[in-house]
């Protein structure tokens, strides 16, 4: 695909929500800030986040220190065949996950979850749901 079909740095969505699961697991978002810091609220168990973006090439990369070796096998598979979930590579010795992102991408997968970008989310979900980030 051509770079056009990536987002830019500037219109990188910067905002990602799971909303939590039918089984009363609790809404998480992953927040993106222009010094290459990210973290999750909510739930914060990978934090801290680095991370980069290339734009030529789409690449999201989430280094994830704190990442423990039990959480490998929910990231190896995360069966997540859909064409708007961005493909996710993990390199394991940095705890690092590469997202390659598309305009069209709908979601990042991460342990098992989907988190979609904050604008994605139904409005009726904003309202219902105890989602600790402001939407943005």
Partial sequence: MDSVDHYTRQDLP????NVGGEGGEPATCLTLTD???GRFVGDTFFNPVRWTYTPKTGDLALTLPGLDSAYLPALLNAGWGSA??????????????????????????LAGWAYVKAGAVSSWQWRDEPIPCRRQ
């Fill in 35 to 37: 010094d290459g810091v």
């Fill in 14 to 17: 910067r905002v990602w929500v």
């Fill in 84 to 109: 708007d979930v961005a493909q996710l590579d993990l390199d394991v010795p940095s705890r690092t996950l590469h997202y390659t992102l598309y305009r069209n991408t709908a979601a990042l997968p």
